[in-house]
């Protein structure tokens, strides 16, 4: 775990000097994403669920993602489980008239909690705080020549972290400074 926070701590502390660097030669850019779909998380007892996130982009070289997601889903047995998420990551984007397809990484604190079915003498809600884990985001959206503050698109997610693992699909609306 140590390794993994040393080499996350490195790269962002040279994406960031290098983008101070070269920020004066490109505009700064931002886009903010709001976005519904669906979640699997990789433990097998928890079925599939929805997620709901925003997150605001920012950047000129580097580019600087900070957003919050809520997963939810239930257990086979009856348990149901909600999941917040707060995360921070670095990615790079590449831009075209028509898309943008952007990728970030980084450290993602979540927590939440555990419903379970009443049963008589038992508390059914167990509430747990998982900690930092880590998310990674890949996003593809379609934006019209004529409305480019507007884009249509998807999102690939992962988040892993100690209590619910997930990884999922979000669609996407973009309202972006037009550039």
């Known amino acids: 775990m140590k390794q993994i926070l040393i080499i996350l701590i490195f790269g ?15 505009p700064k850019v931002e886009w903010l ?32 993602q900070l957003g919050f997601t809520i997963a939810e889903g239930s257990h ?11 995360h921070a990551g670095i990615g790079r984007r590449l831009q075209t008239n028509f898309m943008l397809i952007a990728g970030f990484i980084g450290p993602s604190y979540n927590y939440g909690k555990v419903k379970i079915p009443f049963v008589e003498g038992l ?27 507007f884009g249509l698109g998807t999102e690939i997610f992962t988040n892993f972290n100690r209590a619910i693992n997930n990884y999922g699909i979000r669609f996407v609306l973009q309202v972006s400074d037009g550039r």
């Open 12 to 26: 962002f502390t040279t994406a960031v000097l290098s983008a101070r660097a070269d920020s004066i030669k490109r």
């Open 123 to 149: 508390r059914n809600d167990l509430g747990y705080t998982t900690g930092w884990g880590t998310f990674s985001v890949l996003q593809i959206i379609f934006r019209h020549p004529l409305i480019p503050e």
């Open 33 to 64: 994403n709001v976005s519904s779909g669906f979640s699997k998380p990789l433990n097998l007892k928890w079925s599939d669920g929805s997620v709901k996130a925003i997150n605001f982009n920012f950047g000129s070289k580097y580019f600087y």
């Open 76 to 86: 086979s047995r009856g348990a149901n489980y909600e999941l917040d998420s707060f």
